[in-house]
């Protein structure tokens, strides 16, 4: 069965660190990937996805994530953070044949100003 | 254990029916959303609650209808006005206080088809 494991629960950062977000997935086949937000007070919104292609993928708001089929891993990137950035970050699996998306349980993220 | 529970996990429906997609919840959460997604696609949201007895439309509410008369329940009704119902469902909840640490818990979908 698929599987997503996001291995921070809580990151805390100052503004201008550099992030990074975990993200691994168990499953053998060819997978549709995505990182989702979920700013305070709001719901889901897509950041970005990966479907096929360049690895490497850009999304909104600067942020990136880089497929690494042989770590089985899809980790979200950003140079620089802002306050902004505060919020619950999801990573979701999906195989191209199926329509269910597995979520990771996500990572709440802190910025401090 | 707490949690979200969906049913049916899948469903079938004849072209020009009604159905409803049950979700209910005993995290005590607030807010309650319903989320679409189809193959090749992400997530797509459809109506969420951020109270009881109160809802909004999200991006894609046409040919669906909710309600919330209870805290613990948010059905989803795919009407037949919906002309592509065949999709994958998601609701999910999350506590509406913002400063919560809880995150948002997501059920484990259901899956709907049109025969």
């Known amino acids: 069965a698929q599987s997503v494991s996001q291995h921070n629960h809580h990151v805390i950062l100052s503004e201008a660190a550099s992030l990074e977000l975990g993200c691994n997935y168990s499953?053998?086949?060819?997978?549709?990937l995505f990182w989702y937000v979920q700013y305070p007070g709001q719901h889901l919104q897509l950041l970005l996805k990966?479907?096929?292609?360049?690895?490497l993928v850009k999304g909104i708001k600067g942020f990136e994530a880089e497929f690494i089929k042989s770590k089985f891993s899809f980790n979200l990137r950003k140079p620089s953070v802002q306050w902004s950035d505060t919020a619950e970050y999801f990573c979701?699996?999906?195989?191209?044949?199926?329509?269910?998306?597995?979520f990771g349980k996500g990572t709440r993220l802190h910025i401090l100003p | 254990d707490g949690g979200i529970t969906q049913s049916p996990k899948y469903l079938f429906r004849k072209e020009g029916q009604n159905v409803t997609l049950s979700c209910e919840q005993n995290?005590?959460?607030?807010?309650m959303y319903w989320y679409r997604q189809d193959p090749g696609q992400g997530l797509r949201l459809i109506y969420y609650?951020?109270?009881?007895?109160?809802?909004q439309k999200g991006d894609i509410a046409e040919g669906y209808s909710v309600s919330r008369e209870k805290k613990e329940s948010f059905p989803l009704t795919v009407t037949s006005a919906q002309k592509n119902p065949t999709a994958f469902y998601l609701c999910?909840?999350?506590?509406?206080?913002?400063?919560?640490?809880?995150?948002?818990?997501f059920g484990d979908g259901t899956r709907l088809s049109i025969l």
């Open positions: 609650s951020q109270i009881v007895n109160d809802f």
């Open positions: 995290l005590n959460h607030d807010a």
């Open positions: 499953y053998g086949g060819t997978v549709n």
């Open positions: 990966y479907f096929s292609g360049d690895p």
């Open positions: 979701a699996v999906n195989d191209p044949r199926d329509d269910k998306i597995i």
């Open positions: 999910a909840s999350s506590i509406r206080d913002s400063l919560s640490n809880q995150p948002q818990h």
